[in-house]
């Protein structure tokens, strides 16, 4: 019976999950009713079960989903999180925040690491934001693979004389896309722009490395204008900006299968 209780609060995470990161890559929000049917969902499995079978556990429970609650508070105040990624990993705090041995192991040796035994949505961070950064050196070998390929530079005119860092930031997050596919897509921002035109200097462009809402028409109209008067290509710099929820459901889907990822690198490194 404490199977199908675990296999329950897993089940009802992942669905709530991968909900929430379809609705925030299609629109951008997760409306706080997911939230609010996935907590107390989750809140009633996990006491249910740890009454009837483990009630010495409840100070770590207590402890775990305090601990992983301030932090995923100080992650969204501090502009690391959205709110929607806040509210997941509080709600994912109390469904649960032990990894579930009862019902699975990890298939990488040394998976089970003790922190994911004691606070799991921890784990499940450190996947995410390492997930994450693997997409970015995917970027990264994708835009310096377009470079062999076609012969282009990555950053003609005026980019080119823009900083390395932020052309670093641009690489590992964006790549080139036609205008037409910012004017269709809402949710792909630019990730640079038009600062001035003068008589004498012509055009000046200049990357953005934090794209925005606030604007953004905007600057898809100015990119836009420019590339149809031909002053500029027809593709620019831009970022399709995914999620960090999506990042998320993943990372909780490694750690579940594969366990904490960090810890087992950590173990190679050090033999």
């Not at 079960?49 to 429970?61: G, N, S, V």
């Not at 009862?102 to 921890?122: A, K, N």
Request: glycine residues 6%; aromatic residues 10%; hydrophobic residues 55%.
């Amino acid at each position: 019976m404490q199977l199908i209780f675990a296999a329950a609060r897993v089940a009802v995470t992942l669905a709530f999950l991968i909900y929430a990161s379809w609705s925030d890559y299609k629109t951008r929000e997760v409306t706080n009713k997911v939230w609010a049917l996935y907590a107390p969902i989750a809140l009633a499995l996990s006491i249910a079960e740890f009454i009837l079978y483990d009630q010495a556990i409840f100070p770590i429970f207590a402890l775990s989903a305090g601990l992983t609650t301030i932090f995923a508070l100080l992650l969204f105040y501090t502009g690391a999180f959205g709110g929607a990624d806040s509210k997941a990993f509080m709600c994912i705090a109390v469904a649960l925040p032990f990894f579930p041995t009862i019902l699975l192991t990890p298939l990488l040796p040394d998976g089970l690491s003790p922190l994911s035994q004691i606070m799991f949505p921890m784990t499940i961070l450190s996947n995410s934001v390492l997930i994450a950064a693997a997409s970015g050196i995917f970027l990264l070998l994708r835009n310096l693979i377009r470079r062999l390929t076609t012969g282009k530079a990555l950053f003609e005119g005026a980019l080119a004389k823009e900083s390395i860092g932020k052309k670093l930031v641009v690489l590992i997050t964006g790549q080139k896309f036609p205008i037409a596919t910012l004017k269709a897509k809402w949710h792909v921002y630019p990730m640079e722009d038009i600062a001035e035109e003068t008589s004498e200097a012509g055009l000046k462009r200049k990357l953005t490395i934090v794209p925005r809402d606030e604007g953004r028409d905007a600057v898809v109209e100015r990119l836009s204008k420019a590339a149809e008067a031909g002053k500029i290509e027809g593709k620019v710099w831009a970022t399709p900006g995914l999620p960090m929820l999506i990042f998320v459901t993943i990372g909780l889907i490694a750690a579940l299968s594969l366990g904490d990822i960090i810890w087992v690198l950590v173990h190679i490194l050090l033999g």
